[in-house]
Nanobody, 126 residues
Framework: QVQLEESGGGLVQAGGSLRLSCAAS????????MGWFRQAPGKERDFVAA???????TYADSVKGRFTISRDAAKNTVHLQMSSLRPEDTAVYYC????????????????????WGQGTQVTVSS
């Protein structure tokens, strides 16, 4: 059974930083594309960042320059370093993975991912 487990969420003041991690287990194939999405109360799940099998990274415009996605392929783990956090970054953050080796243009849509974590809450206070 494939499992994605997020960690690292919490409460932080505006301007602070958090590092999210997502560990994938139960995979019999490499997670060639991994990504992060977030969902605020009453809103749709939005793309945040992704990393492809060739380590190409993509970001939502709202987080460019503040968030960095990275991966440890050997451990099937992906990280999201979040800096200069804003109250509008408050959301539940979800890790997603797929064995598909997407190009960067395919990383933005939630429907392109096959596996999802349970989510971790990030709250940024003003």
């Amino acid at each position: 059974q494939v499992q994605l487990e997020e960690s690292g969420g919490g409460l932080v003041q505006a301007g602070g930083s958090l590092r999210l991690s997502c560990a994938a287990s139960g995979l019999t194939f490499p997670s060639r594309t991994m990504g992060w999405f977030r969902q605020a109360p009453g809103k749709e799940r939005d793309f945040v960042a992704a990393i492809t099998w060739s380590d190409i990274t993509t970001y939502a415009d709202s987080v460019k320059g503040r968030f960095t996605i990275s991966r440890d392929a050997a451990k099937n783990t992906v990280h999201l370093q979040m800096s200069s956090l804003r109250p509008e970054d408050t959301a539940v953050y979800y890790c997603a993975a797929t064995p598909q080796a997407y190009t960067s243009s395919n990383t933005y849509a939630a429907r392109n991912y096959d596996y999802w974590g349970q989510g971790t809450q990030v709250t940024v206070s003003s």
